[in-house]
């Protein structure tokens, strides 16, 4: 029994990353392929490019492991990378790029003038985030940000088509 795919993945912004992120990560993204909606090929390749990534995984634990050591050195770096591009796609998603275009102006003209007035306030958050902690969870807001986007918005609509037969 097939049922329809979901409306993101009938996008070709939502096809891509569902490819680029079962390409890069399949451990995590072939998990998104188990309910009914996925062929049962589709479903099988996902698991069989599963299982040789985590075979080249181990085949290549050693050099891997050797460049991990260099990696480590710029962590704060790659969770700052991915803390912004995070909070750009969920602009993203969640506003027309005119409202983006907008927004970008009045953040230059209105609010850029005056922010040196209460940057004395926020010398807390520089030691906030030099803590490792900190660094490490700065991903998970936004992150689970998406992950409402899809519930608020049929929360939204459900309420509006009760609004309106009311």
Not at 117 to 130: G, V
Not at 148 to 159: A, K, S
Request: overall charge positive.
């Amino acid at each position: 029994m097939n049922l329809a795919k979901p409306t993101d993945l009938q996008t070709r912004r939502g096809r891509f990353f569902f490819w680029v992120g079962l390409v890069i990560l399949p451990v995590f993204w072939v998990w998104w392929m188990r309910p009914p909606y996925f062929s049962h090929v589709e479903r099988r390749a996902g698991w069989c490019w599963t299982w040789i990534y985590l075979k080249l995984l181990l085949y290549f634990h050693e050099p891997v492991g050797s460049g991990v050591q260099a990696a480590l050195q710029g962590w704060q770096v790659v969770f700052f990378w991915i803390t912004l591009v995070l909070w750009l796609w969920l602009a993203l998603r969640l506003f027309r790029l005119d409202q983006i275009f907008f927004g970008y102006i009045v953040l230059g003209e209105v609010v850029t003038p005056v922010i040196h007035l209460y940057l004395p306030a926020f010398k807390w958050l520089a030691a906030l985030l030099a803590s490792p902690a900190a660094l490490i969870l700065m991903p998970v807001l936004p992150a689970v940000l998406h992950l409402l986007v899809v519930p608020v918005r049929e929360w939204r609509q459900g309420r509006r088509m009760m609004t309106e037969a009311a």
